[in-house]
């Protein structure tokens, strides 16, 4: 079993900065790939970033040269930068690993922009 934890989220003004974390329970954070997901008040949870084993890394279109997701096998925990937030980039934010038969879910955090 994994549990996931995040933390970072808030109220933030248009154009301020958050820095969301994950922390992960157990041995398998470094060999898992991992990864945050938005989920906007009556929309579906869609992927922000993604982060490989290897390092490589996938972004959501709408988050592409704001936000910046990395990881740190040492702490088990992914990171997820988010600049320039808009209002659109509402939603509670989830981390999840993913293992070949099952992907695990963190608890989900709240990342509110507004002024």
């Known amino acids: 079993q994994v549990q996931l934890v995040e933390s970072g989220g808030g109220l933030v003004q248009p154009g301020g900065s958050l820095r969301l974390s994950c922390a992960a329970s157990?041995?398998?954070?470094?060999?898992?790939?991992v990864g945050w997901y938005r989920q906007a008040p009556g929309k579906e949870r869609d992927l922000v970033a993604a982060?490989?084993?290897?390092?490589?890394?996938n972004y959501g279109d709408s988050v592409k040269g704001r936000f910046t997701i990395s990881r740190d096998n040492a702490k088990n925990t992914v990171y997820l930068q988010m600049n320039s937030l808009k209002p659109e980039d509402t939603g509670v934010y989830y981390c999840?690993?993913?293992?070949?038969?099952?992907?695990?879910w963190g608890q989900g955090t709240q990342v509110t922009v507004s002024s």
């Open positions: 157990g041995s398998l954070f470094r060999v898992s790939p």
């Open positions: 999840n690993l993913q293992r070949p038969k099952i992907t695990f």
């Open positions: 982060i490989g084993v290897d390092g490589g890394t």
